[in-house]
C-alpha cells in the first residue's frame, strides 16, 4: 500500500513522526533510534514495519543489522498529495475572495447577533 492517505494516517503517530523525522538526516538501525526515543527496540521495529509497509521506509541490510532511511519514491508521493491539497486550498481561497470582490454588498449580514 503506497497511498498518500495511508502515509499521512501512518504518520499520525507521534512515536513515527519522531522516526520519520530522524531518517531524514540519514539511515539509521533500531537500536540507533531506538537510543534516542523513549520505546523499545521492538517498539521501533514495529514502527519501522508500519513506515516501511506504507512506503515512507526502506531498508536495507549492513552487515548484521539493517538500516533504514526515508524512500525518496514515497516522500515524493506524500510531496504531491500535499502540492495538490495546497493548490486546492489556494484555488479555493481565490475563487472565495474574487466572489467576495464582486459583491458590491459583501458578506451577508443579518443583523445583530443574538448573543450580543
Do not use: C
Not at 520519520?20 to 534516542?36: I, Q, T, W
Not at 523499545?40 to 521495529?45: L, N
Request: cysteine-free; charged content about 25%.
Amino acid at each position: 500500500m503506497t497511498n498518500a492517505s495511508a502515509m499521512l494516517t501512518a504518520l499520525g503517530d507521534p512515536t513515527r513522526q519522531a522516526i520519520f523525522d530522524r531518517l531524514s538526516d540519514g539511515p539509521l538501525a533500531v537500536g540507533e533510534l531506538a537510543a534516542v526515543l523513549p520505546v523499545s527496540r521492538p517498539a521501533v521495529s514495529q514502527h519501522l514495519r508500519v513506515l516501511r509497509d506504507v512506503g515512507l521506509v526502506v531498508d536495507r541490510p549492513d552487515g548484521t543489522r539493517r538500516l533504514y532511511q526515508v524512500d525518496p519514491a514515497g516522500l515524493a508521493i506524500l510531496r504531491a498529495h500535499l502540492d495538490l491539497f495546497w493548490e486546492r486550498s489556494l484555488t479555493a481561497f481565490q475563487n472565495h475572495s474574487r466572489d467576495l470582490a464582486h459583491d458590491p454588498k459583501g458578506p451577508a449580514d443579518d443583523g445583530p447577533d443574538p448573543d450580543d
